[in-house]
């Protein structure tokens, strides 16, 4: 079945670092892709989104490019800032109306000052 | 405001009880879905909606019990049936209009066991 793999974390970096959050992906078909965030004791928060092969996402500094050729979708800021602290989920969904997200398990990022 | 309410922000269940969360959207949505989060574990999905009077199971029903009376209301109820309830629970819709569907979260119902 379709399956999301994420980089394992904590990811731990200084403000103003680069950041990339590795996410690829099984799926048959054609899915959408997703990245949410989750600030401590939330809901998620769709962060961006990309709906088809080459398509990019963006939002607050953050992107992340609809790979199909490697299924990929890293998530990349070039400078994170203590506000991003928070947990970083990859989903895809099959674009089959009412067809739940499927995540990968959450990637864990603190940034200090 | 638009938006997905969740309640209550904490529960506390004893042995043998049935609890119900809600989960309330004024967004128009057809589709509703219930996610349960585990730490390290990601969101693993419960039960979804796409019309109100119908729901399907999801990977981990087992436990639980949902209804779909209203559009705007998907009430979960853990039943006493669920032996590890302690989790963290996420409501969520969507809609599909437009062909392209974006799930949009409630705040979470965080469920202890006393």
């Known amino acids: 079945g379709d399956s999301v793999t994420q980089m394992e974390g904590p990811v731990t970096l200084s403000e103003e670092a680069f950041l990339t959050i590795n996410c690829t992906y099984t799926?048959?078909?054609?899915?959408?892709l997703f990245w949410y965030v989750q600030y401590p004791g939330e809901g998620l928060q769709l962060l961006l989104k990309a709906t088809k092969a080459d398509d990019k996402g963006s939002n607050k500094g953050f992107e992340a490019t609809y790979r199909k050729e490697t299924t990929s979708f890293h998530l990349e800021k070039g400078s994170v800032q203590v506000s991003d602290s928070a947990v970083y989920f990859c989903?895809?969904?099959?674009?089959?109306?009412?067809?739940?997200?499927?995540f990968g398990k959450g990637t864990t990022l603190s940034v200090s000052s | 405001d638009g938006g997905i309410t969740q309640s209550p922000k904490y529960l506390f269940r004893k042995e043998g009880q049935n609890v119900t969360l809600s989960c309330e959207q004024n967004?128009?949505?057809?589709?509703m879905y219930w996610y349960r989060q585990d730490p390290g574990q990601g969101l693993r999905l419960i039960y979804y909606s796409q019309i109100v009077n119908d729901f399907q199971k999801g990977d981990i029903a087992e436990g639980y019990s949902v209804s779909r009376e209203k559009k705007e209301s998907f009430p979960l109820t853990v039943t006493s049936a669920q032996k590890n309830p302690t989790a963290f629970y996420l409501c969520a819709s969507s809609n599909a209009a437009g062909g392209v569907e974006t799930q949009y979260f409630g705040p979470g119902t965080r469920l202890l066991v006393l």
């Open positions: 799926a048959t078909g054609y899915p959408s």
């Open positions: 967004l128009n949505h057809d589709a």
């Open positions: 989903a895809l969904t099959s674009n089959q109306a009412g067809t739940a997200l499927i």
